[in-house]
């Protein structure tokens, strides 16, 4: 039932997109497919189907019960008739309106009618997204619609000076040194589109799987489809090609481009005049002609013909008005570079972080919308699914390089749908990018349907590029470039000890090959070459020490050892580890390498112990032994709490500890605060609470909170206050309000009110980490929840925020420290800003509750110095327009964690370094 009320919707919608065309063009046709379309809607609400029928005769829907008759004027569409009914639709006006003005030696009637014909033949072959080659199959055929998940491309108007753009190669957080003394100064990126419409003529040069191919059908399916004037190109006939093809036939005849493409598309039509119409619409001007490949011609002399004749046929052409785009990769197009007037040259540059997340976005949407239909559990789960690849990408600096590229984002998208967990298992990733580049996808990218060149021995040609990567990484690790002379050295030696009879000349082809059929090593500069892209470097090498040490885990931990703590070389000892365990299946030694890693701990105090756990996070549970993991748990522990460990690596082992699934045994613990007098404030003045009550031991973190969110606290009216039930659903914002209170409710609008801000957030929502993101409200409405969670409390007491006072009373004791540990500040004690400013790391963020027992209140309570502010029950002002927060933040200075300093923040705030923890204690205690 879902799926039938899925198509009537989307029946129903194409409906309404066709009588607005009926009142441009006033066509029967359009009537006539409106009329099928409503026929197809009551064929499924009968529950039945088309009988197809042709033009003619029309066709029959049967139902259950029913037979409903199209009628001698119906239509019969073949196929699903609520995919493409609408753009063919639009091909019916486009043919029309092309030809409007215009005086043709063929009659009106027969050009419209081949006109439909080469349009429709246009939209059926392009359509939807080719995914051939891309090595990922499904259950069944993914049907993507080209033009749902286009994103726009940019270009400079330039060419790199290689064979590709250099990019941001980054050694332990810093430019490679040969970038620093070489700035480039490389034009603003501009949208491909205005270029074209700018121009005559537009070469697009870019790197494999760019873009070049899809933009050409975008733009093929956007004029096909009557949106010409949308691209601002306006009306005209799109002439879509492969100039591989084009070649094919000048090797067998002398033939002009003009009758190549009168020949090329003469089968569509049969008895139509489908060449006649095209010369016509060359004549007049209004073509947009479309030459994809000039790289998959290989001959270097033939490839020169084709450009002349390219140029030729241009500049005959652009006379009428015509405009043209050609495309190639980079590797080849110097020796061939036409010139010609009017013809610009641009060179397609990467996604930048805006253009993955609208690509992640499309992808995510259409790929739910195939699966669920166009229901809201579908967006849900798009939207659920968009976050975590977008999560994955951002999170691994290898990932994230690599999605910059349509094709590699396509493969992510791909590999995420068959449930392959990123980044943890990017192993398999990498893994299925090369092969793609080095073989399936090299066969099936070409528009002619042919391998633009000769297809490579994956294994051979990995068994090779795996150690030169390694000897690559390891005479300039982290930059990524050798000198041309001393890689043709390296290969020749390669190729030597494999045996090869002739070393040079092996080694000149194998360049060659991997150059022009892959693009996986490239020249990035005047004389030094790279891999595309540093990610493939750091893979391969991977590769290469594993195959290598041939299953011996001893070899590789002391091979990893050497490196230990050198970020060049962090990325490939993980992945190194994860190709052991998952592609060559041996978890047992994946599990003893990290063992051995343990047993010596190379490299500064606590450094072992996070890659070993980065190294299980990414394997477990197929990729490595349960041993393994119980001993990084162990070692993870100390040097999370250690205060000889360097800050950001402490925080590491704590984010490792939470995603592991450890947990501290008194997470849930209270700790007794017994009454008396103490000293309170900055001044130190006496202060006496009467009664005794106990504090949480620690700050509340994301999986206790997670209780209440799965209970469905922040669904339960009774659990909340009046002011607060009116902020969660959205009551709250209609009232008259200042403005720093109306900015932060806009920045949460009511359907963002039903979990905390950043709960998605893989580092802050970890789940021994605090709870962040949460209002004054929402803690309140937990501790009312957690005081029916809660039975055994004495008569009188409930769990709640605490008061001021009880907050600094637990916090420095009855002595009045000036820290929960005493006097002075000691940045190992807790997270604050001077924790991290020395240690050269951008990792800095919240911290484990249980990070710091060198920082332990006198009560027993952690966390009270640093790491989040936490609300308290006090009113800051008589107004009672501000709450007390209390104990300082990862983002303050020590002056701020200081037990006596009070700041203040509106109930409302959800910052990322704001929680609470919570008190038992007398009702009658609490502010209010």
């Known amino acids: 039932m879902v799926e039938e009320n899925r198509k009537i919707s989307e029946l129903l919608e194409k409906i309404a997109s066709l009588e607005k065309l009926r009142s441009e063009l006033g066509d029967e046709i359009v009537d006539q497919k409106i009329?099928?379309?409503?026929?197809?809607?009551?064929?499924?609400?009968?529950?039945g189907s088309l009988v197809?029928?042709?033009?003619?005769?029309?066709?029959?829907?049967?139902?259950?019960?029913?037979?409903?008759?199209?009628?001698?004027?119906?239509?019969?569409?073949?196929?699903?008739?609520?995919?493409?009914?609408?753009?063919?639709?639009?091909?019916?006006?486009?043919?029309?309106?092309?030809?409007?003005?215009?005086?043709?030696?063929?009659?009106?009637?027969?050009?419209?009618?081949?006109?439909?014909?080469?349009?429709?033949?246009?939209?059926?072959?392009?359509?939807?997204?080719?995914?051939?080659?891309?090595?990922?199959?499904?259950?069944?055929?993914?049907?993507?619609?080209?033009?749902?998940?286009?994103?726009?491309?940019?270009?400079?108007?330039?060419?790199?000076?290689?064979?590709?753009?250099k990019r941001d190669l980054r050694l332990a957080g810093r430019l490679a040194a040969t970038e620093r003394q070489q700035p480039l100064h490389l034009g603003n990126p501009v949208p491909v589109l205005?270029?074209?419409?700018?121009?005559?003529?537009?070469?697009?040069?870019?790197?494999?799987?760019?873009?070049?191919?899809?933009?050409?059908?975008?733009?093929?399916?956007?004029?096909?489809?009557?949106?010409?004037?949308?691209?601002?190109?306006?009306?005209?006939?799109?002439?879509?090609?492969?100039?591989?093809?084009?070649?094919?036939?000048?090797?067998?005849?002398?033939?002009?481009?003009?009758?190549?493409?009168?020949?090329?598309?003469?089968?569509i039509g049969a008895?139509?005049?489908?060449?006649?119409?095209?010369?016509?619409?060359?004549?007049?001007?209004?073509?947009?002609?479309?030459?994809?490949?000039?790289?998959?011609?290989?001959?270097?002399?033939?490839?020169?013909?084709?450009?002349?004749?390219?140029?030729?046929?241009?500049?005959?052409?652009?006379?009428?008005?015509?405009?043209?785009?050609?495309?190639?990769?980079?590797?080849?197009?110097?020796?061939?570079?036409?010139?010609?007037?009017?013809?610009?040259e641009c060179t397609l540059v990467d996604f930048d972080d805006n253009e993955i997340s609208l690509f992640v976005e499309r992808w995510m949407t259409a790929l739910e919308k195939q699966a669920q239909g166009d229901t809201q559990v579908a967006q849900a789960d798009a939207e659920s699914d968009r976050r975590e690849l977008m999560d994955a990408i951002y999170e691994n600096p290898g990932i994230r390089r690599l999605a910059a590229t349509p094709l590699l984002l396509t493969i992510l998208a791909l590999v995420k749908r068959q449930g392959v967990t990123l980044p943890e298992r990017r192993v398999q990733l990498y893994d299925q990018y090369v092969s793609t580049l080095l073989s399936t996808w090299n066969r099936a990218r070409s528009l002619s349907g042919r391998a633009p060149g000769r297809d490579l021995d994956e294994v051979q040609t990995v068994r090779i590029l795996a150690p030169l990567a390694l000897w690559m990484h390891q005479v300039n690790p982290g930059v990524g470039l050798v000198k041309r002379e001393d890689l043709r050295r390296k290969l020749e030696e390669l190729f030597a000890e494999r045996g090869d009879a002739n070393p040079q000349a092996a080694a000149i082809q194998f360049l060659q090959d991997v150059r022009e059929h892959s693009a996986l090593l490239l020249e990035r500069g005047p004389g030094e070459y790279g891999f595309i892209h540093l990610t493939f470097e750091e893979y391969l090498s991977a590769v290469a020490i594993a195959l290598q040490a041939q299953g011996n885990a001893h070899l590789i931990a002391q091979f990893l050892a050497a490196h230990i703590g050198d970020a060049a070389w962090h990325e490939i000892s993980l992945l190194t580890i994860a190709y052991i365990?998952?592609?060559?299946?041996?978890?047992?030694?994946?599990?003893?390498?990290i063992q051995h890693l343990l047993k010596e701990l190379p490299g500064l105090p606590g450094q072992a112990a996070v890659l070993a756990g980065e190294a299980v996070l990414d394997t477990w549970p197929s990729g490595t032994s349960p041993e393994s993991k119980e001993q990084v748990v162990k070692a993870l522990i100390?040097?999370?709490?250690?205060?000889?460990?360097?800050?950001?690596?402490?925080?590491?082992?704590?984010?490792?500890?939470?995603?592991?699934?450890?947990?501290?045994?008194?997470?849930?613990?209270?700790?007794?605060?017994?009454?008396?007098?103490?000293?309170?404030?900055?001044?130190?003045?006496e202060k006496e609470i009467p009664y005794p009550y106990w504090i949480a031991k620690y700050p509340v973190t994301n999986i206790q909170f997670a209780r209440f969110v799965l209970a469905g606290g922040y669904h339960q009216q009774d659990l909340w206050s009046e002011d607060g039930w009116d902020w969660r659903t959205g009551a709250y914002d209609e009232r008259a309000l200042e403005a720093i209170e109306r900015d932060w409710l806009e920045h949460r609008p009511p359907e963002r009110r039903s979990e905390p801000y950043f709960w998605h957030n893989i580092d802050l929502g970890?789940?021994?980490?605090?709870?962040v993101g949460i209002n004054w409200f929402e803690a309140e409405a937990y501790c009312r929840w957690l005081s029916t969670q809660i039975v055994a409390r004495p008569a009188g007491y409930t769990v709640r925020l605490a008061t001021s006072l009880e907050w600094e009373r637990a916090s420095r004791g009855v002595e009045g420290f000036e820290y929960p540990w005493g006097e002075g500040f000691h940045k190992q004690n807790a997270n604050t800003w001077e924790a991290m400013t020395d240690q050269s790391s951008s990792n800095s963020g919240t911290t484990a509750v249980c990070t710091y027992p060198q920082g332990m209140s006198p009560v027993g309570a952690w966390d009270m110095s640093g790491n989040v502010w936490e609300w308290t029950a006090t009113w800051y002002d008589e107004d009672k327009r501000y709450r007390v927060v209390r104990g300082g933040s990862w983002i303050g200075y020590q002056w701020f964690a200081r037990s006596s300093f009070c700041n203040w923040s509106i109930p409302l705030m959800f910052n990322d370094d704001l929680g609470f923890r919570v008190v038992i204690a007398p009702q009658d205690g609490a502010d209010s």
Do not use: C
């Open 638 to 685: 100390p040097a999370m709490q250690d205060g000889a460990v360097r800050t950001d690596l402490r925080r590491r082992s704590g984010l490792l500890l939470g995603r592991l699934g450890w947990r501290p045994q008194d997470l849930g613990r209270f700790v007794e605060v017994p009454p008396g007098k103490f000293l309170f404030g900055p001044r130190k003045e």
């Open 766 to 771: 970890n789940p021994i980490f605090p709870v």
């Open 35 to 47: 009329a099928a379309l409503r026929l197809q809607v009551q064929a499924i609400r009968a529950g």
């Open 271 to 344: 008895d139509l005049p489908i060449s006649a119409m095209l010369a016509e619409a060359l004549q007049a001007g209004r073509a947009l002609i479309l030459l994809d490949g000039l790289d998959e011609v290989k001959d270097l002399n033939l490839r020169n013909t084709v450009v002349e004749r390219v140029v030729d046929f241009y500049a005959f052409h652009r006379r009428q008005g015509n405009k043209f785009v050609i495309t190639s990769r980079i590797i080849g197009y110097r020796a061939v570079r036409p010139a010609a007037e009017g013809l610009i």
């Open 194 to 267: 205005e270029i074209l419409q700018e121009n005559s003529g537009l070469i697009v040069l870019g790197d494999p799987g760019a873009g070049k191919t899809t933009f050409l059908k975008y733009l093929a399916l956007s004029l096909a489809g009557g949106n010409g004037h949308e691209t601002g190109l306006g009306d005209r006939l799109p002439i879509l090609l492969p100039l591989a093809a084009y070649a094919n036939a000048l090797q067998k005849n002398d033939v002009r481009l003009d009758d190549f493409i009168a020949e090329y598309f003469s089968g």
């Open 581 to 593: 365990g998952i592609r060559q299946q041996l978890p047992k030694v994946a599990g003893e390498v």
């Open 52 to 165: 197809q029928g042709d033009v003619e005769s029309g066709g029959d829907f049967v139902g259950r019960d029913q037979t409903v008759r199209a009628g001698d004027q119906g239509i019969a569409i073949k196929g699903d008739i609520s995919d493409s009914t609408v753009i063919h639709a639009q091909t019916v006006v486009l043919a029309e309106r092309l030809w409007r003005g215009l005086e043709s030696s063929l009659p009106a009637v027969d050009l419209q009618k081949a006109t439909r014909a080469y349009l429709d033949y246009l939209i059926d072959r392009h359509y939807y997204l080719n995914l051939k080659g891309m090595g990922v199959s499904d259950r069944i055929p993914l049907r993507l619609r080209l033009l749902d998940l286009y994103v726009p491309l940019k270009a400079r108007l330039e060419l790199p000076e290689g064979e590709t753009w």
